[in-house]
């Protein structure tokens, strides 16, 4: 007997439409998936540009000997927050409007209170969940920035000032 033009059926044969639909998703996903990671590096590449522009300003303008690390504040206007060494081998920290070019203020390390301190200072929260302490500037002046969440479950930013620990701001915000 001859057979008419079919093909043997087999479990394994995929219908064409559904050849195409994987495909297409496929191709989707994968598109996806690659403007996710050129994002990600793109924000990453922005927010961190300025950090070598700042560390010249800083050593050019002669405010410190050596650079540590530069890491940035975004309160009313980006705040750049520059560790180093000054010409006397202090530990120094210089709070930079770097877009406009201006030195706002410098304290030495030994005239701040440390991260655990501020920590503590914190209204001395009971069963407080810490998530980040970070140097900020607010109300013109630096402070530490504490991020918890409380016994209430509220997410809290305290801004505590830096060489007394004493409350700037607060604010709570309540989770969903």
């Known amino acids: 007997m001859k057979m008419i033009g079919t093909q043997p059926s087999s479990r394994f044969t995929v219908p064409k439409w559904l050849q195409w639909v994987l495909l297409i998703f496929g191709s989707l996903l994968i598109i996806g998936i690659s403007l996710l990671i050129w994002m990600y590096f793109h924000i ?11 560390s010249e300003f800083v050593l050019a303008e ?11 504040y975004n309160g009313e ?9 000054d010409n006397q081998n202090d530990e ?9 070019q201006e030195e706002l203020s410098t304290i030495s390390e030994t005239d701040m209170i440390d991260e655990n301190s501020a920590k503590r200072n914190v209204n001395q929260c009971n069963g ?5 302490v970070q140097l900020a500037f607010e109300e013109n002046r630096p402070v530490w920035e504490v991020t918890y969440k409380d016994e209430s479950n509220r997410y809290v930013f305290e801004y505590l000032d830096v060489r007394n620990g004493e409350e700037v701001q607060r604010f709570a915000f309540r989770q969903t």
């Open 92 to 100: 120094q920290y210089l709070f930079i409007d770097f877009d406009n």
């Open 77 to 85: 206007v980006p705040i750049h927050i520059v560790s180093g060494v």
């Open 44 to 54: 990453e590449n922005t927010r961190t540009s300025q950090y070598d522009e700042v």
């Open 62 to 72: 002669g405010l410190l000997e050596n650079v540590d690390e530069v890491t940035r």
């Open 128 to 132: 407080c969940e810490f998530v980040d």
